[in-house]
């Protein structure tokens, strides 16, 4: 297990280099291109400043969070070649700067939703949240618009105002679009690339879709155990891989997230471990990594990982803002680096105990 944290660019993050750097056992950042749009190509030298810039803080890249996939492409729509062969291309030039794991996702429209941001928690820190009923009042189209006024002067992954101006014309092209098409779609782009994974030994490892269910009618598959077996089976080979969210496919109660791991060895290419607070069925909330702070067992799934013999990099994901901290929200310092801290403290101790 290699413990890092996402990082998205001196432009676009608050927290510094310098900062995770000095997050105790943080060797690997999870960065990205922010301001390249899905479907262009990354060229090897911006890729190349990229890693320069890491490596001077004395860090390196762990891997790519995300090169994003273009609806073309999820939709099965007549361009979706051009756009296949730009990813070939981007990946080409990430094998050739020697990275080696890439995350994506392939949800519809929209990335990941919450009903809630800044929701408060009792002690006084904000966390993002999640409740079905606010959901199922809002039109799809205003979305952006409740989701933009929160972001603390930040832009958050999916939801770039670019994007969001064409949210319309986005859901017209997934009409047509059910959970079987979308799995056709996802072979047919997985098959096409993995001749040049293989080639650089590039990991691919997909996101769930977050909530595990689908939302405004669009549909969803990477939500459980079965069909994120089913997409390992369709095209099988070690580089398509999955990231483990625990905080995603754990908003399905149903969900058993020691067990999927488990079900998963081998094919776990980087893991995302963060804590949930359900307060029902429909309304949960982003918690502290800790336990007893949230719904879920944290020593399970970390033992679940170490049992497997995950050896990806894994990552505290969202964390709650604490201590008056001004950031993108889920994305501040202070709780992802308590995160980094308990989910390595953990993992030592389930090590010392298999010795
Ligand atoms: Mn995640």
Not at 27 to 48: H, Q
Not at 132 to 147: A, G, L, N, R, Y
Not at 199 to 223: E, N, T
Not at 233 to 244: E, I, K, L, S
Request: with cysteine.
């Amino acid at each position: 297990m290699e413990m890092t944290l996402r990082w998205y660019g001196s432009k676009f993050d608050t927290v510094t280099l310098k900062q995770i750097r000095q997050i105790p056992g943080v060797k690997g950042v999870i960065t990205t291109l922010y301001d390249k749009a899905a479907g262009e190509v990354w060229s090897r030298d911006e890729i190349k400043k990229l890693k320069d810039e890491v490596e001077k803080s004395g860090l390196y890249i762990s891997g790519i969070e995300s090169v994003n996939v273009h609806d073309e492409i999820k939709t099965g729509g007549e361009n979706r070649d051009k756009y296949i062969d730009n990813y070939i291309e981007t990946l080409e030039n990430l094998g050739k700067e020697d990275i080696h794991l890439v995350c994506y996702n392939f949800m519809p429209v929209f990335d990941w939703t919450r009903s809630e941001l800044n929701r408060k928690r009792s002690d006084g820190s904000t966390v993002l949240a999640y409740n079905q009923d606010d959901i199922d009042k809002i039109v799809p189209e205003k979305m952006f618009e409740s989701i933009s006024k929160d972001m603390n002067g930040t832009v958050m992954p999916g939801w770039e105002p670019e994007r969001m101006e064409k949210v319309k014309e986005l859901f017209k092209m997934y009409e047509d679009i059910d959970d079987e098409k979308l799995f056709e779609n996802l072979k047919y782009f997985l098959e096409k690339i993995m001749p040049v994974c293989n080639k650089y030994d590039i990991k691919m490892a997909i996101h769930p879709d977050d909530p595990a269910w689908s939302v405004f009618g669009l549909p969803r598959i990477i939500i459980n155990k079965e069909n994120i077996l089913r997409m390992m089976n369709m095209v099988d080979d070690v580089h398509n891989g999955v990231t483990f969210c625990s905080g995603s496919y754990g908003t399905n109660r149903n969900n058993d997230l020691p067990d999927m791991i488990r079900s998963l060895k081998g094919r776990i290419h980087f893991a995302h471990v963060r804590n949930l607070k359900f307060n029902s069925d429909r309304d949960f909330e982003e918690a502290a990594h800790l336990s007893s702070d949230g719904s879920f067992d944290m020593y399970e799934i970390m033992k679940a990982l170490y049992d497997i013999g995950f050896d990806g990099p894994i990552r505290p994901d969202h964390g709650r803002m604490i201590w008056d901290e001004v950031a993108m929200p889920g994305y501040g310092l202070y709780d992802r680096a308590l995160g980094a801290a308990y989910l390595n403290g953990l993992w030592e101790a389930i090590e010392k105990q298999n010795k």
